[in-house]
């Protein structure tokens, strides 16, 4: 079970973390999890992934230099850290993992967990 919070109303330019706690099949157990996004009236988009056993990062090029993911595996959680947000970036955000790597992390239908959906809105 993955469980996302962090979500909000911000103002562009500011910051938000947005976790995603993993409960019941521990994250060790997931070999990738990612962030995703859907704005309304559009599709589910790749934000980023973190490969559990080495840490390795992924981010998709509309978010690079403004958002990081990372992980802590003693809390069995993964982290959004959000960053000179902007209006564009107004979407529910997702976590999701699968058990292994793959090599076509970007897609949703890859991953077979995923968390409820938090809210971001950025006003400009």
């Known amino acids: 079970q993955l469980q996302a919070s962090g979500g909000g109303l911000v103002h562009a330019g500011d910051s938000l973390r947005l976790s995603c706690a993993a409960s019941?099949?521990?994250?060790?157990?997931?070999?990738?999890m990612a962030w995703f996004r859907q704005a309304p009236g559009k599709e589910r988009e790749f934000v980023a992934l973190?490969?559990?056993?080495?840490?390795?990062?992924r981010h998709a090029d509309s978010v690079k230099g403004r958002f990081s993911i990372s992980r802590d595996s003693a809390k069995n959680t993964v982290y959004l850290q959000m960053n000179s947000l902007k209006p564009e970036d107004t979407a529910v955000y997702y976590c999701a993992a699968r058990i292994y790597y793959s090599v076509r992390y970007f897609a949703a239908e890859e991953y077979g967990y995923w968390g409820q959906g938090t809210l971001v809105t950025v006003s400009s």
């Open positions: 019941g099949r521990t994250s060790v157990s997931y070999g990738a």
């Open positions: 973190v490969r559990w056993g080495n840490g390795a990062t």
